[in-house]
């Protein structure tokens, strides 16, 4: 009934195949999140259309009581659908500790400042100094990209691929740039 896609830790997909008594699927999802490797982590639960609101909530609950965060609602059934959105818009910019996530594109019309994160499944676009940590394609979706206007990051994720740099090796040339895979490492190029 359950199918779990542990990808790119911290972030695991936990897929919903079909419907069914609730009790019983969140026993099914304890029981293969159970492993100390998954505390801590962050889950998107994809409901496909089988759950209503309520249920995942009650998913939610009982995940964040195993030190488990749920990152996204993906999809409900019943009246009052919420579609997923492929964009999401940061219309600010993010300080030392903040942290945003996403199940799609992130877009951050700001800076992404030191120890600040963003975390998407999708790309992450920066329209402005990327000084923090960026985890593009983070269920493994090494065809993701990170693009900064000022590219000063300390880490790239993308998918499974990791670039950290230190504060002396990365200085931004002054033009825009993208982080992608090749040849399975990150490289940057001028966009």
Known sequence: MVEIKGVTLPVVLVEIKEGGNISSLIEEIE???????????????DGKGLLKKGEIEK??????????????????????????????????????????????????????????????????????????????GALGD??????????????IRIGKRVAILNEEERKSPGYPEIAKVEDGNIILERV
Not at 31 to 45: D, P
Not at 81 to 96: G, Y
């Open 142 to 155: 090494e065809s993701a990209v990170v693009v900064a206007l000022e590219m000063e990051p300390q880490q």
């Open 31 to 45: 029981q293969k999140l159970s492993s100390k490797l998954f505390e801590g982590s962050y889950v998107l639960i």
């Open 59 to 136: 998913i939610e609950k009982a995940l964040t009581e195993r030190n488990i965060k749920s990152v996204k609602k993906l999809s409900f059934s019943g009246l009052g659908d919420t579609k997923r959105e492929r964009l999401m818009v940061v219309q600010r910019h993010l300080r030392s500790g903040q942290r945003v996530e996403h199940n799609g594109d992130i877009l951050v019309l700001g800076d992404v400042n030191k120890d600040a994160q963003v975390v998407a499944t999708g790309n992450i676009i920066v329209m402005g100094k990327l000084r923090g940590i960026a985890v593009a």
